[in-house]
């Protein structure tokens, strides 16, 4: 009993590692490599984010770290800071989830552009303070409302595709182990 | 197993505040190593680069696939006006190419008359696009070929006919090229007929801006910009682009290299320039009996 529940749990944790993997993997297709996109969104923070406030058992402290380092690594982008922010996001998404178990979705997705526009803030902040040359303000806070933007389909995509709902109230005490 | 989420989350949480702020240390701390000391960690970054892509080749090759089709077939759309250009184009390089054959055999001619010998520097060794940064904020692709083919950190990257950019990263077996249009990337250049130096300066645009002209009066829209060769880093002459005005007065650069379409880009062998360093020796009859003796022998004759 226990242990089938267990592998569930990391059958879970595979699929969350794998989607990660493909939405790397495909932001790294050379479709006109020149060619000027939109910034953003972060699928992957989306991802991790919804998953986070569904069930935070299945995206572990130590995976969303490594998963991160590796996006920074091969995303060409500052390897570790957006990893710590993330880190720090997630803290504060975890600390919302039975608050947000209850609360309606309009809300939940006001308390993730919060908490991302808060992310993308002090990552800045740490920029200026290294003096590590930043990108100009706008595209960045494009940046932050198109992630915000793609937030809801992410969700509605965990909740179809993966049928993963929130933990309600009777089933509180089971927390993942049983479905 | 089950216990009471509440109950274990009041015991829990302080223990993972700790745990949580010393992950974020530790991380900050990998980003300040990278902020000081930036090769080590950008070979690391090519190393995994090195490990990561080629391991995911078999799904990049197919989606890249899949991209480009839905991209050829937007421009069906548009496929009547594309042939009449197409045609016209045609009719133009056809009397182009009668033009540059006559050159080509004149100045083979003249150079073989000259007895000139010409520069057998560039040689260029070709690679496939393999991904593009991932990046939104920057501007660079991975080709398929490294350290193993003899690339070198600096070496400027071509498609067919104009510059792209410039190599900076390399690993065993890919490179990374980042595009003149990254924020990072400055390259001098000369435009072509009134002579001036400027700054090519990438800033996520299509067109990079020309900065630093001395008499931008002199610079007309359509002139050509080729790269200078100033600082020894690049090879000099290469094709950039035409100038171009944008809208807010400022000099831009409409790059020459098909952007939309970089599948192979050529990466210049060039070896840096020789320097003559020594002032020049005395010139006269060389030191010593010998080359006395000769001058009767030469006499002889």
């Known amino acids: 009993m226990t242990d089938t529940a267990a592998t569930r749990i990391w059958v879970w944790r595979a699929a969350y590692t794998g989607l990660a993997l493909g939405v790397m993997v495909l932001s790294l297709v050379p479709v006109g490599p020149g060619h000027l996109r939109l910034p953003g969104p972060d699928l992957l923070f989306c991802l991790t984010a919804a998953i986070t406030l569904r069930r935070p058992e299945l995206a572990p402290l130590p995976l969303v770290v490594a998963l991160f380092l590796l996006a920074d690594f091969v995303l060409d982008r500052p390897p570790g800071l957006w990893t710590a922010v993330v880190v720090g996001m997630v803290h504060v998404l975890r600390a919302q989830v039975i608050r947000v178990r209850e609360l309606p979705f309009l809300s939940e997705w006001s308390i993730f552009a919060l908490v991302l526009a808060g992310g993308v803030l002090v990552e800045r902040v740490i ?53 | 197993m089950a216990r009471d989420r509440n109950g274990a989350s009041e015991f829990s949480r302080p223990v993972r505040t700790i745990l949580v702020g010393l992950i974020v240390v530790a991380l900050l701390g990998v980003f300040l190593m990278w902020r000081i000391d930036n090769p080590r960690v950008e070979r690391m970054r090519m190393a995994v680069m090195d490990r990561f892509v080629p391991t995911f080749d078999w799904a990049l090759a197919p989606a890249t696939r899949l991209a480009r089709m839905i991209e050829d077939f937007e421009s069906y759309t548009r496929i009547y006006e594309q042939n009449q250009e197409l045609r016209r184009e045609l009719q133009q390089l056809r009397a182009w190419r009668e033009a540059a054959l006559q050159l080509e055999q004149q100045n083979a001619r003249l150079l073989d008359l000259n007895n000139v010998r010409i520069d057998p520097r560039l040689t260029f060794v070709t690679g496939i696009v393999m991904a593009d940064s991932g990046s939104p904020f920057r501007q660079s692709v991975l080709v398929n070929v490294g350290r193993q083919d003899g690339i070198i950190d600096g070496w400027a990257a ?144």
């Open chain 1, 127 to 179: 920029l200026f303070a290294t003096f590590t040359p930043a990108q100009p303000l706008p595209p960045v806070l494009l940046f932050a409302a198109i992630t915000a933007l793609v937030y809801p389909p992410v969700v509605l995509f965990t909740n179809l595709g993966l049928r993963l709902r929130k933990v309600a109230l009777g089933e509180a005490n089971m927390l993942g182990n049983r479905t």
């Open chain 2, 158 to 301: 071509m498609d067919g006919l104009g510059l792209v950019g410039r190599i900076s990263g390399v690993g065993e077996r890919t490179s990374r090229v980042v595009l003149l249009t990254d924020t990072n990337s400055r390259i001098p250049v000369i435009i072509q007929p009134s002579g001036q130096r400027a700054l090519l300066v990438g800033d996520n645009s299509a067109a990079p801006l020309a900065q630093f002209v001395e008499t931008p009066e002199d610079v007309r829209p359509g002139d050509r910009v080729v790269t200078s060769g100033d600082g020894g880093v690049f090879p000099p002459d290469l094709l950039v682009g035409q100038i171009a005005l944008a809208s807010d007065r400022r000099l831009r650069v409409r790059l020459a290299a098909e952007y939309g379409r970089l599948d192979f880009l050529r990466v210049l062998r060039s070896a840096p320039a020789e320097r003559i360093g020594d002032p020049g020796g005395l010139v006269g009859l060389p030191m010593g009996g010998a080359s006395l003796d000769l001058v009767p022998g030469r006499a002889d004759d």
